[in-house]
């Protein structure tokens, strides 16, 4: 019976927390299959970072200096030298911007399963089944896997990160990376950081979020105006109306943008896609109004209303004319 | 021609220099002019209204015995005439005589296919040669012109006609339709561009007019009907009551004073509101006649017969004021017609975005002449309706002119007056004044001079129409704010006013197209009178002895009115002198013996010239009024109904002979 | 510079969409086939490389119902050719990678030197077209892109990727390269209805038949089902001002608001 | 189609004649914000220097208020003819600011700007305690096919006013039904923005749709549609009568004023929208100038007054020729809102309450108010939520 093997994302060099909830959900995963759960490392150093993934029973890792930034086709070849010298049962892949592509790179190249977009995954005996949200996360489906190893694809935000933060030394195998690494086609070449000439999203104690139920451009000025009534407050929003050019880039909650965790967290015609929801479901409070009560966005917010936002928008900023800003 | 005689004619194809030959092969129509029947003889030359190319033609009747004569040439409007002396001249009857317009149908509208032009003008000489052959003689009949004329409206052009021939020893009515004479001048405080006080210029004329032996002065009197035809109209006229017997009041104006009422409270119509008057008053103090009017919508004695009547108390003479007195219908016999009607102003109203009657702050161009004037409503100081004084001063013009909206002409006056408005409030209030104009239009004599002077003056030129005003208060009672674009800098100018004038176009008189039925004459489509010729025949009609002045005819100045008034004056004179007129010999007639007496014809004759005589039941046309259209002609279901020179077998022939080409050169008429 | 641009047709979630309770598949009847949104980005980036260098853009997709409209929409924004790939198949969620099979396929028989798709449709149940694409082909292949700068003289191109949280990191790579684009540069622009009539009558679209590729998923998919909903929020009801109100009296209690 | 194709044309001949008064760049709500305000932009056209025209941008702030078509002493028909043929060139090099686009693109998509599922068009019905007949599920022979239009089929505040509108005319009996989920956008924003295919694709589809059905005459709830329907639907053969709600209606209102009981005690004002005036120009027949003002007059208790720009001359709300969808480029100009402009005028008219009845305007209006800080001062209303209210309202039906 072979592992249960999660592939630790990093970003500058440290596990993000995309790691340890999939480390979490290797867990339940290798007790269901009773076997070991391992995390793989890639790294330029893996003997640095090893320690902090003590979680797992174990660390397969391999060290080349192209592996140091989420190269896709470094990576891709760093695991494929793996699958083929130490085959998993499972191997858990979560879906960061620096690893996405990456499952269908590795399943692709060998012909193996692959189920992404999940949100969970467990075992039915020997079967593999995933359940990815699709359209926006307006439908879920049930996906079993045949054969193996499977790959399986996890959203962020989906199991808890904290139980598998823990650090201690780990048995590490080490994997001698493939010649193929030298003689890769794609080159990292520097980070670039986004000009911070807005405000930060990420410091702010009341975020009035926004999305397509906004309806137009113009309509944001209100949200504006509900927001200028909290203290330390700023709008921020959703995927599509920042692709649209309604809002700037530092403005965007979710994977492609900034993760916040707000005391409150106002999500305004926001339906909630799984992409948006990462962003922003670690936030104290977070109050959802949408006018379809159906919207994935209820499920986890504290509290729920159901509304058209331009209605709702201006009623509460009445409301809120009646009391004063908090002192942050 | 006497009966049964054969036609001998002759044809004559003039160049009328290049514009003819330079298109037509005048030599080749000429020679296909020789082959037609009847055809005698056949020539082309230069200039056939040349006193050579005359002669050429009495020659011919001399010499080839020519009974009849085709010219080829120009529009009959030009030369028929010309020609039809010739004939006379040489003893043929000017009536077997035929135009043929060769110029305008052929060689002007066909230049750029001068072949084909050619062949049209042979189609149109055939034509041409086939119905002279069936011309017959016609006499002109005469008629006597009465002495007496009859001039609507007292306005300046009124005064002007009526004068002159009183003048000249004619008798003269002159009738209108205020209790005064004197139009729109007599509101006026100046005139462009001399600046010539108008009353100081224009009251001498009135009192004239009231004094002249040879005029009868009906004012607050209209003409109602109008009967017969040039040398003797009967005309009725409605006197309206004001009330005084005019021959008896004295104009001392103490009934005035007497009134019930203390205080001046109707608003004065002269004034346009903008001063009040009593409900007995004279419009204003230079007033012709001066003789007070009563008006009875407002007058209570007249209305209820309730009043104590201080003013017959007051009158010192016996039976001046008359309570009583009923409208009267007299009739006169005339011999000619003079209208001179006037214009009314543009009603601003129709362009609500100015603000009209919404804004006390705006202004029509009249009511401000009325600020200005010494007689007015402020003694001729220019206050605002709050009784301020203005500080900054906007005048719009075009307003209603110049515009697919309301009027499509220029006014011609408004660029004048609106320049003497500026440079009078300017000389009387120190006013910032703002002109907001299109194009100024100056072209008269000093026009231009004016403009310059004004200009200098300091005031404001914005080139670039007002499209909005706004209130500057919500209220709206205080001062407006024009947007205009300075199209001069290219930029928007939004400059507040206190005082805000719409220089406002002329208009053709509200009941102009009643009048115009009265007097059967024809108006334009904005409703003024229309002339018999642009240039040639500027103060006729199409109505024999009704003559145009004034504004009536189209918007111009006072001297224009003036000169038009005594040139309508001296085409009656010429009428009254010669004694009697030839009436055209195209008139309609009747045959007795076919007529059924349908009276399909009588309502259809836009000139009112046919009636059914009474003792058989036949219809007459009345040929001083016949303008020989044809309508009756072509409507008369019995065929009884025949028009000179416009008899069916010359119209037939003519089709016949003009088919026939047709026919043979296949798009040769087209 | 040859750029070939994959566009999928995925339904609009603007739209419902609904599970047929009995078969547990979509409900075709009101399924609503638009072009998906990333890929419109592609498309974008592509035709602004098409500016800057001349090169030509082919724009490919599978004969899905809107696709022909898809393509003529494209033409008329300015791509250079267009592809209609006959399948004779109905929309299913699940066809990603029988999708980069075919379009493997394809590719053999047009030059390409930057194949672009967006980065993650809604329904990549079984990975990313381009990734699954560049996999097949043994290209290499970057992800999340929103810049993409190729170089005609070297034959590489600079890629911006978009990592998150305000941080982006650059890459280079030889050609050909398969990206997967999350925005582009500027925002996808419009294509008037005339000119996109224009493009149909034009008949620039060719529609290329590909031999059946023999597929063998490695997946199933059980079943699908709407999500339950609201399990997690507290409802406040009533009318928008009675709401409101008790939003402010919580948010005070939680300290968030003054009193 | 270029200016030498307009040329040709009577209509078009007409720029030929212009005067460059400037009354309409005097009258032009925009003219502070564009770079060629319109008379330049005639005679830049009339120098042959269209480019420089759709370079500049300044078409986009037209709103098709018609302010200038209307006073143009030439006539020259700007508005409606002009300055969308000038917009349809900026297609071309992509000037058109992404909101507009998206709205263009959600009206091809959807057949509504607010990029709303065509599935949920007739959602408000079942809020309606009146009847409502959708054609798709009861076909058959009807008086009246009501256009309900986009924002009061979808927009919250639009929805109000539709169920107002379907309460009135069970009232007053109508035979009357909907399109529900097969209404499409009628074009507007097409036509006066210049995007003619699409005004044309949605013509003939919704041309298609009519067809279908048996109706008599139409009804449209908003001025725009009524516009569009009287300017390019009979160039397409549909002569059926179409008639603005506040037109029918006014004609009903013998029938209707018995049923006004309830007082409804406000100062109230009217903005005429421009597609029901100005737009219609000479053909005085078709101006709704008179019908809304009688029927406020009938309501109990209400004083009308009159704002500075009313009849021809009201301003303009701003969200015409495409102009509701680029506000958020107005604001990026630096320009003033038209809307606020409105309101200002309205509440210094002494009104608390603004009437309206375009679909745009209610939405539009009630921002301003917003904006304007004026929450206290005046409410939007559209004319018939306020014969609806006079009438009893949701509780007397």
């Known amino acids: 019976m072979a592992d249960v093997y999660v592939l630790a994302d990093l970003e500058r060099g440290r596990p993000t927390d995309l790691t340890f909830e999939l480390l979490t959900a290797g867990r339940a995963l290798a007790s269901d299959l009773h076997v070991p759960l391992k995390a793989v490392l890639l790294t330029n150093e893996a003997g640095l970072i090893a320690p902090s993934l003590g979680f797992a029973d174990g660390v397969v890792a391999m060290s080349h200096s192209s592996l140091e930034h989420r190269n896709l086709e470094a990576w891709s070849r760093a695991l494929l030298k793996i699958l083929d010298e130490k085959p998993p049962k499972v191997l858990l892949i979560g879906i960061s911007n620096g690893l996405l592509g990456l499952p269908s790179l590795v399943a692709g190249a060998r012909g193996l399963p692959l189920i992404s977009l999940c949100r969970s995954v467990t075992a039915h005996g020997e079967e593999i089944v995933g359940d990815p949200v699709l359209f926006g996360g307006k439908i879920e489906a049930e996906v079993h896997a045949k054969g193996g190893p499977v790959v399986v694809a996890v959203r962020p935000g989906s199991y808890s990160a904290e139980p598998a933060r823990v650090q201690r030394t780990v048995p590490v195998e080490n994997v001698e990376p493939p010649e193929a690494l030298e003689t890769r086609r794609v080159h990292f070449k520097r980070y670039a950081d986004l000009e911070q000439t807005d405000v930060d999203i990420t410091h702010c104690d009341v975020l009035i979020s926004i999305g397509r139920g906004i309806q137009s451009q113009e309509n944001i000025r209100i949200a504006e105006e509900l927001s200028g009534l909290f203290r330390n407050a700023a709008v921020s929003s959703s995927r599509p109306l920042v692709d649209q050019g309604w809002l700037p880039r530092t403005r965007q909650v979710g994977r492609s943008g900034m993760t916040v965790k707000p005391r409150l967290y106002l999500a305004l015609g926001i339906s909630g896609a799984p992409e948006h929801i990462e962003g922003m479901k670690s936030s104290e409070t977070i109050v959802a109004v949408n006018t379809d009560p159906k919207a994935p966005v209820f499920e986890y917010a504290h509290y729920g209303v159901v509304a058209d936002i331009l209605t709702f928008m201006p009623r509460l900023a009445e409301q809120l004319r009646k009391r004063k800003p908090v002192v942050a | 021609m006497k009966e049964g005689e054969t036609p001998r004619i002759g044809v004559y194809v003039c160049h009328c220099g290049l514009n003819i030959a330079g298109v037509l092969s005048v030599k080749s129509l000429a020679e296909y002019a020789g082959r037609l029947p009847n055809v005698v003889v056949s020539r082309d030359y230069k200039y056939m209204c040349s006193d050579p190319g005359q002669e050429l033609i009495r020659q011919d009747i001399r010499e080839h015995g020519l009974n009849r004569v085709v010219v080829a040439a120009c529009s009959p409007f030009l030369h028929e005439e010309t020609f039809r002396r010739v004939c006379a001249s040489a003893g043929v009857n000017p009536y077997f005589y035929q135009m043929v317009n060769i110029r305008e149908h052929a060689a002007w509208v066909h230049s750029h296919e001068k072949e084909k032009a050619t062949r049209k003008a042979e189609d149109l000489i055939r034509a041409g040669v086939a119905r002279a052959a069936k011309l017959e003689p016609v006499v002109r009949q005469r008629v006597p012109i009465h002495p007496a004329v009859l001039v609507v409206g007292g306005g300046i052009a009124g005064i002007q006609a009526a004068l002159t021939l009183a003048d000249a020893g004619k008798k003269v009515y002159l009738v209108e339709r205020e209790p005064t004479i004197g139009g729109h001048m007599a509101q006026f405080d100046k005139t462009f561009p001399t600046l010539d006080c108008a009353a100081c210029i224009l009251t001498p004329k009135m009192t004239a007019v009231g004094n002249h032996p040879n005029i009868t002065l009906w004012t607050y009197s209209d003409v109602v009907k109008v009967d017969g035809s040039v040398g003797h109209f009967t005309v009725t006229v409605r006197r309206r009551p004001r009330y005084v017997h005019e021959d008896l009041c004295i104009g001392c104006l103490l009934c005035i004073e007497s009134c019930i009422y203390p205080d001046a409270r109707v608003a004065s119509e002269f004034d346009l509101g903008l001063g009040k008057r009593k409900p007995v008053y004279i419009p204003f103090p230079q007033a012709v006649p001066m003789k007070v009017v009563f008006d009875p919508e407002t007058c209570i004695a007249v209305k209820t017969g309730k009043c104590t009547r201080p003013c017959v108390d007051v009158c010192g003479v016996e039976g001046a004021i008359d309570f009583e007195q009923k409208e009267e219908f007299p009739q006169i016999e005339v011999g000619t017609i003079i209208l001179a009607t006037g214009f009314k102003t543009f009603d601003p109203h129709r362009l609500p975005f100015y603000g009209y009657g919404r804004y006390p702050a705006v202004y029509t161009s009249l009511e401000v002449e009325r600020l200005l004037n010494a007689s007015g409503p402020t003694g001729g100081e220019v206050v605002l309706r709050n009784g301020k004084k203005p500080e900054a001063v906007g005048i719009v013009h075009c307003i209603g002119s110049r515009d697919e909206n309301t009027n499509r002409y220029c006014s011609r006056v408004c660029c004048m007056y609106a320049m003497k408005i500026a440079h009078l409030i300017r000389e009387r209030t120190g006013a910032e004044v703002y002109n907001f104009y299109i194009d100024i239009r100056a072209p008269g004599k000093g026009f231009e001079e004016f403009y310059d002077r004004v200009q200098e003056e300091g005031v404001h030129f914005i080139r670039g129409k007002v499209g909005d005003v706004t209130p500057e208060t919500p209220d709206g009672k205080g001062r407006v704010v024009v947007s205009a674009d300075d199209t001069l800098l290219g930029r928007a100018r939004k400059i507040p006013l206190d005082m805000l004038v719409l220089a406002v176009g002329l208009e053709a008189q509200a009941d102009a197209n009643e009048v115009r039925r009265l007097f059967n004459i024809t108006c334009s489509e904005e409703g003024f009178f229309v002339e018999r010729h642009p240039k040639l025949a500027p103060v006729n009609t199409f109505t024999d002895g009704v003559f145009l002045a004034g504004c009536c005819q189209s918007p111009k100045d006072i001297p224009d009115s003036v000169a038009q008034a005594g040139a309508a004056a001296a085409e009656a004179l010429a009428l009254i002198d010669r004694g009697e007129m030839e009436l055209s010999p195209n008139f309609a007639y009747v045959s007795a013996e076919e007529c059924s007496g349908c009276k399909t014809c009588v309502p259809l004759c836009p000139y009112s010239a046919i009636t059914l005589e009474p003792e058989h039941g036949k219809a007459v046309i009345n040929q001083a009024l016949c303008k020989g259209c044809g309508v009756c002609v072509a409507a008369c279901p019995s065929g009884s109904i025949g028009q000179h020179l416009f008899e069916d077998a010359q119209i037939f022939d003519e089709i016949e002979a003009l088919i026939q080409g047709v026919a043979a050169n296949g798009e040769g008429a087209r | 510079m040859d750029v070939v641009v994959l566009m999928k047709m995925v339904p609009d979630a603007a739209q419902k969409i609904e599970v047929d309770a009995a078969s547990g598949q979509l409900k075709a009847s009101t399924l609503n086939l638009i072009p998906f949104e990333s890929d419109e980005h592609a498309l974008e980036e592509a035709l602004l490389i098409k500016e800057r260098t001349g090169a030509t853009v082919t724009v490919v997709t599978t004969d899905l119902p809107g696709g022909d409209v898809a393509l003529w929409t494209a033409l008329a924004k300015g791509a250079t050719h267009a592809l209609l790939v006959t399948r004779g198949r109905p929309y299913e969620p699940r066809s990603t990678g029988e999708l980069a099979r075919i379009y493997a396929k394809l590719l053999e028989t047009i030059p390409h030197d930057l194949v672009l798709t967006g980065a993650q449709a809604p329904d990549d149940v079984e990975g990313e077209l381009g990734a699954l694409l560049a996999a097949q082909l043994g290209l290499p292949y970057i992800s999340v892109a929103v810049a993409v700068r190729p170089d005609e003289g070297t034959h590489s191109a600079e890629v911006t990727t978009e990592l998150g949280g305000g941080l982006r990191s650059v890459y280079e790579s030889a050609l050909p390269l398969v990206v997967g684009i999350q925005t582009s540069e500027t925002p996808p622009r419009y294509a008037p209805f005339l000119q996109i009539r224009a493009a149909q009558r034009s008949k620039r679209t060719r529609s290329v038949a590909v031999e059946p590729v023999p597929f063998d998923p490695k997946v199933e998919v059980v079943a699908l089902h709407k999500p339950v909903a609201g399990k997690g929020a507290t409802m406040l009801e009533g009318s928008p001002e009675e709401v409101a109100g008790r939003l402010v009296e919580i948010l005070a209690e939680k300290e968030l608001v003054g009193g | ?397």
């Open chain 4, 1 to 397: 189609m270029d200016l030498d194709h307009v040329l040709l044309y009577p209509e078009g001949k007409s720029l030929l004649t212009c005067i460059q008064c400037g009354v309409c760049s005097a009258t032009c709500p925009q003219e502070a914000f564009m770079e060629y305000p319109p008379r330049k932009i005639v005679a830049m056209l009339k120098a042959g220097l269209i480019d420089e025209v759709v370079q500049s941008g300044s078409m986009l702030k037209c709103v098709s208020c018609y302010s200038c078509q209307a006073k143009c002493p030439r006539q020259i028909r700007l508005t409606d003819l002009l300055f969308p043929l000038i917009r349809g060139r900026m297609f071309e090099g992509g000037g058109i600011p992404a909101e507009l686009q998206k709205a263009f693109l959600d009206v091809q998509r959807y057949g509504n700007p607010l990029g709303r599922s065509t599935s949920e068009r007739s959602d408000w019905v079942a809020r309606s305690k009146v009847p409502i007949r959708i054609l798709a599920d009861r076909p058959g022979p009807v008086d009246l096919l009501w256009n309900v239009e986009c924002y009061p089929s979808y927009h919250p505040r639009g929805q109000a006013v539709a169920l107002a509108t379907a309460r009135l005319f069970h009232r007053l009996g109508l035979d009357f039904a909907i399109l529900g989920s097969e209404e499409r956008c009628i074009g507007d924003c097409a036509g006066y923005f210049g995007e003619f295919g699409l005004l044309d694709a949605l013509i003939e589809q919704n041309l298609t749709t009519f067809r279908k059905y048996d109706f008599r005459r139409v009804v449209t709830s908003g001025a725009h549609a009524f516009n569009v329907f009287a300017h390019h639907y009979p160039g397409y053969g549909f002569t059926t009568p179409v008639e603005p709600v506040v037109g029918l209606i006014g004609e009903e209102l013998p029938k209707l004023r018995p049923m006004l009981k309830t007082s409804v005690p406000h100062k109230v004002t009217y903005h005429d929208p421009c597609c029901l005036g100005r737009c219609m120009g000479a053909s005085a027949l078709r101006c709704y100038f008179a019908p809304p003002r009688k029927l406020l007059e009938a309501i109990p208790g209400l004083k009308y007054v009159e704002m500075a720009h009313h009849h021809e001359n009201s301003l303009c709300c701003g969200g015409g020729g495409g102009g509701m969808w680029l506000d958020t480029y107005y604001r990026d100009q630096g320009m003033d809102r038209l809307s606020e402009r409105v309101v200002k005028e309205a509440v210094a008219a002494g009104a608390d309450v603004l009437a309206v009845t375009c679909d745009y305007e209610v939405s539009r209006f009630e921002d301003a108010v917003k904006v304007l800080g004026y929450d206290r001062k005046i409410v939007v209303r559209d004319v018939l939520e306020l014969l609806d209210e006079s009438a009893g309202g949701e509780a007397a039906v």
